[in-house]
Every structure is written in C-alpha cells, then in structure tokens.
C-alpha cells in the first residue's frame, strides 16, 4: 500500500493579509517557519521515502524542514504550483471584490472557470494529479510526502479520487502546515484517509488563495 501526504505550505505575510498568492513567490514568514519546525517531527514519524515539493519558495522552504530530520533529498515539480489566479494576483480579498465583483461572485459560488484569468479546476486538478501520482511512483508500497498548495492540494487530491468539483467543495481547504493522507491499494485504488491533520487549529481562507 502506498501512503501520500499532501501538505501545504507555512503561513505567509500575504496569507495574513488575505492577499491572493497563486503563483507568486512569496515567502514564508516567521510563523510559517516555526508552523514547519513544528509539523516536521510529526511527518518525518512516518518515515518518508520521498519528499517532493513546489518550486515556489513557500512550498519548498516548508519541505526543506522535513528534509533536514530525515535526510531526503527534496525533489522539485513546479506541476505542484498553487492556482494562477490571473488578475488578482496581488490583491486582498476585498480588492478583487471591488474591482471583478462578476468573476468573484462567481468563484465563491463555486464556478470552476470564473474568469479574469484564473486557471480553471479542471486545468488544475490534472496538473496536481498528475504531479501526486508521478510523486507517488517513486515509492509505490512506501510514503510519499509533497509540499503544496492549499488550493492545488484539494484539486490534485479530488483528481486522484475521481471527485467532481462540486463534490469537493464539500471538503474544506488545509489550513497551513496541515495535510490530507490518502492511500492506494490495488483493491481500491486511491482513497482518503484523513483531512486537514495538523498541530495548530486555524481557520483556512476560502479556497487557499
């Protein structure tokens, strides 16, 4: 059986401000690096065989405290990017509902191509998928831990499961430094095991910006 933890990044200053990321490389801060520090004895207890993460530096700096207690080496996929979020990139929350008040009704109501040049859910789960599964390959019957996105994480994971977007908005977003684990047998394919474990209880921005 293999086992896949999919874990997002660390708090960042632009998460704080509820500030759209996608794929802007923002940084982790210093909340986000202890959030890492924390949550890294924890996954390295599961005993990874692999770690792969983002190229953004969020993502990659969060892996890099996993690697340091087990000695893996941290693989890169820039596959496991957040969502581009087109126009509002940059933008608090409230900004963008301001200036794209159509596209933004239209993507809290769940619309998976909203519009102002936001990548759609469709694009984004089988971009992530197929970074999970390739990550996954590399130790089929072992653990695989990848560093993500909030967003991204939930899409790739619902590509894996064959669940559609709608279903998915049901399954709420990781907070940061907390993971989804999902296993796969022969029998059953791929199937969730936990949602959104972590250390520090947190409330998620709506869809992981």
Avoid: K
């Amino acid at each position: 059986m293999t086992r896949l933890i999919v874990w997002r990044h660390g708090n960042t200053d632009w998460n704080a401000a509820s500030r759209v990321q996608g794929q802007t490389d923002v940084p982790l801060n210093d909340l986000g690096r202890e959030q890492a520090r924390a949550a890294a004895p924890v996954l390295a207890a599961l005993r990874p065989d692999a770690i792969v993460a983002s190229d953004l530096r969020r993502a990659a700096d969060t892996a890099a405290a996993l690697a340091a207690l087990t000695g893996l080496p941290v693989r890169s996929d820039a596959r496991l990017r957040e969502r581009h979020f087109g126009q509002w990139q940059g933008l608090t929350l409230t900004e963008v509902a301001e200036r794209f008040p159509d596209e933004y009704a239209r993507w809290r109501a769940g619309d998976p191509d909203p519009g102002a040049g936001i990548e759609p859910l469709g694009d984004l789960g089988a971009r992530l998928g197929a970074g999970f599964q390739d990550a996954a390959d590399l130790a089929t019957g072992g653990t695989v831990v990848v560093t993500t996105h909030g967003g991204g994480a939930r899409q790739g994971v619902g590509h894996l499961l064959g669940w559609d977007h709608t279903v998915l908005r049901s399954l709420g977003s990781l907070a940061n430094c907390h993971w989804t684990e999902l296993r796969h047998d022969d029998a059953r394919g791929w199937h969730l095991r936990a949602h959104n474990v972590g250390l520090i209880t947190q409330p998620a921005l709506t869809d992981a910006v």
